[in-house]
């Protein structure tokens, strides 16, 4: 394998999306929601491993969930796992993985790709990371992947291309639009949804960093001897009180003018709500997903249920419910209102403190 | 104490009723599905205790749960535990307490209850037995206890008097009614609602179960001698492979010419199903009935929430709905659809066996 090609996993989410099984102890990164056999990141770890030495992973994450790392991909050491002392959104993180990777390996080519998305096609999936890889390293370009979009999905972002080419440079980038918009994006067909996943060398973010990011890349460039050094936990700490949370798209994709998308149709999804676990998994006849070794449905319809191991669940007299028990919580909501799951967390959290969270 | 009176407790039951809270391992008399900080069969000791001595319980129950009886009523001895190998209804169980208690006070005077129903005005329940044990000290009587309906109850069986006074002969029985036949008995005033709580002297019983249920007394009499000696269990597992099921409502009160009503209005319910007990619980603002340390509930209305202790629950979007959960399973199931959790049962037996039953 390339020995200059390094991926850097983002993996500092907390996930409250899926509580109750998500929690601040264990987010969704850890998880194996979709009942597959292995959580989220061992999966993308396993998926880059195809093509990355495992000397060339470096994981960003918060410091909290280090160990978690070591336990799902055990394949790396200590010292490739960055630790975060508090989320600063994508930007710090990337930067920290960039000015990390500048003192090991100057010439490194970077994917940068979050730790809980699905990818069903992986070796449609490596046909576009080999051939973004092969784009970059002939072009000074911030390449992202931008997935054929299949429905007007609200809940991603979108990226405007110029021109309907596999590689295209980029028009701009758009936030979540509402079902008109996203209609009218999957129509007129310049637009592809934002996956999160970046190629490019080393030298080009460092130097967009120091033309977009200057305060971020004067703080990062300002410790970088430290970087894997005994120094490196201290530095890191003050850097991350200073920085602005920021993310990578807003401070450096949609400014840039050497940006670039390449199109890819490999069966993504972020699989970021409850709603699209239950589109992403496989249904029974009455269009229930059951997570669970015994689950009784008798009329019930279009739901989720998930079950802690050994649970017997008899549900009776639902249409277009999500269901999640877990030991210590159980939560029953209709699926068009999973959005106010942020405020159930909210107010149990305001009842019994952090231990259900 | 008058030490003629004994107490029998009828605690055989499996309630199925209130799966998946009790079990076949520990039925609703050893639970406290109110939440009142006892279980029913404790409750009920303690109601009878005001007036009969302890050494003047009996309780009959299946023999796998002897130990859990006297777990709950440390006060009694084994011995005054009767232990049935098979259910066969009430009239085994009552002649099997009649025959015990012939072999130690041929005087003795008999209340007989159900373990697992719920008084709310204890003081009165008391009144009216000592009314009803006046009554049968003086006359031949077998007495039961009919309860002043309130409502026209579907769930329960009546009982016809023949005259509106506290005590009157009995006109005749009736199975449980529908709704229109509920409706005119509660209209018409002459039909109270069958407690199952019945007095009478141990003399009159016996010599009911001789003249009606001649079978039944010719297998007890023929091992009357072995009761309370070491022989008394071979004995009594031979009697109740040969004694018909049957319940003492049928065999003998529905026959005999000496049965009288005391009507009384004390607060019961046998709390025989989720809705009762979704009727006695005290409901919060939405008409919940929340049984659970923290239960947090949106748009919802009407339903029973059962938890087990330190579970959290987040519940939206419920009208009408029965939701238990426990530590091996979860129900949800519309109020109106809980005759059907003996289905569930099954249907759960059928996948994983006996295990959650």
């Given at each position: 394998m390339n020995s200059n090609r390094y991926c850097v996993i983002m993996a500092g989410g907390i996930g409250s999306r899926f509580w109750p099984m998500s929690r601040q102890s264990c987010p969704k990164q850890f998880l194996d929601i979709l009942g597959t056999g292995r959580s989220f990141i061992?999966?993308?770890?396993?998926?880059?491993?195809?093509?990355?030495?495992?000397?060339?992973?470096?994981?960003?994450?918060?410091?909290?969930?280090?160990?978690?790392?070591?336990?799902?991909i055990p394949e790396l050491s200590e010292e490739q796992i960055l630790c975060e002392p508090i989320g600063r959104n994508t930007a710090p993180c990337i930067a920290y993985a960039a000015y990390t990777l500048k003192q090991k390996n100057p010439n490194a080519e970077m994917i940068v790709s979050p730790a809980d998305h699905l990818i069903l096609n992986e070796n449609e999936f490596i046909r576009v990371l080999e051939s973004s890889l092969e784009f970059i390293s002939k072009n000074?370009?911030?390449?992202?992947?931008?997935?054929?979009?299949?429905?007007?999905?609200?809940?991603?972002?979108?990226?405007?291309?110029?021109?309907?080419?596999?590689?295209?440079?980029?028009?701009?980038?758009?936030?979540?639009?509402?079902?008109?918009?996203?209609?009218?994006?999957?129509?007129?067909?310049?637009?592809?949804?934002?996956?999160?996943?970046?190629?490019?060398?080393?030298?080009?973010?460092?130097?967009?960093?120091?033309?977009?990011?200057?305060?971020?890349?004067?703080?990062?460039?300002?410790?970088?001897?430290?970087?894997?050094?005994?120094?490196?936990?201290?530095?890191?700490?003050?850097?991350?009180?200073?920085?602005?949370?920021?993310?990578?798209?807003?401070?450096?994709?949609?400014?840039?003018?050497?940006?670039?998308?390449?199109?890819g149709d490999f069966g993504w999804s972020d699989v970021g709500t409850w709603g699209s676990v239950y589109q992403q998994s496989r249904?029974?006849?009455?269009?229930?997903?059951?997570?669970?070794?015994?689950?009784?449905?008798?009329?019930?319809?279009?739901?989720?249920?998930?079950?802690?191991?050994?649970?017997?669940?008899?549900?009776?007299g639902l249409k277009d419910y999500i269901i999640v028990d877990t030991d210590d919580v159980l939560m029953i909501c209709p699926k068009d209102e999973e959005q106010n799951i942020k405020s159930f967390i909210e107010d149990v959290k305001y009842v019994t403190g952090d231990k259900h969270i």
């Amino acid at each position: 394998m390339n020995s200059n090609r390094y991926c850097v996993i983002m993996a500092g989410g907390i996930g409250s999306r899926f509580w109750p099984m998500s929690r601040q102890s264990c987010p969704k990164q850890f998880l194996d929601i979709l009942g597959t056999g292995r959580s989220f990141i061992r999966h993308t770890y396993e998926r880059f491993a195809k093509i990355i030495p495992n000397e060339n992973f470096i994981v960003v994450t918060n410091r909290r969930y280090k160990q978690q790392v070591l336990e799902h991909i055990p394949e790396l050491s200590e010292e490739q796992i960055l630790c975060e002392p508090i989320g600063r959104n994508t930007a710090p993180c990337i930067a920290y993985a960039a000015y990390t990777l500048k003192q090991k390996n100057p010439n490194a080519e970077m994917i940068v790709s979050p730790a809980d998305h699905l990818i069903l096609n992986e070796n449609e999936f490596i046909r576009v990371l080999e051939s973004s890889l092969e784009f970059i390293s002939k072009n000074s370009a911030l390449m992202t992947i931008g997935i054929t979009p299949t429905r007007p999905e609200t809940g991603y972002g979108y990226i405007q291309r110029t021109t309907n080419d596999t590689i295209s440079a980029v028009k701009c980038f758009t936030e979540k639009p509402n079902r008109e918009m996203a209609q009218a994006f999957l129509d007129c067909g310049e637009f592809l949804w934002n996956s999160g996943i970046f190629i490019w060398r080393l030298a080009d973010i460092i130097a967009a960093f120091e033309k977009y990011l200057p305060e971020h890349s004067a703080l990062f460039g300002a410790i970088e001897r430290k970087l894997g050094t005994e120094a490196e936990a201290e530095a890191i700490e003050l850097v991350f009180s200073q920085c602005k949370s920021i993310s990578i798209d807003y401070g450096v994709m949609e400014k840039a003018d050497n940006v670039y998308v390449h199109s890819g149709d490999f069966g993504w999804s972020d699989v970021g709500t409850w709603g699209s676990v239950y589109q992403q998994s496989r249904k029974d006849r009455y269009a229930n997903v059951l997570n669970g070794s015994t689950i009784q449905t008798y009329n019930t319809r279009n739901s989720l249920i998930s079950l802690p191991k050994d649970k017997v669940a008899v549900v009776s007299g639902l249409k277009d419910y999500i269901i999640v028990d877990t030991d210590d919580v159980l939560m029953i909501c209709p699926k068009d209102e999973e959005q106010n799951i942020k405020s159930f967390i909210e107010d149990v959290k305001y009842v019994t403190g952090d231990k259900h969270i």
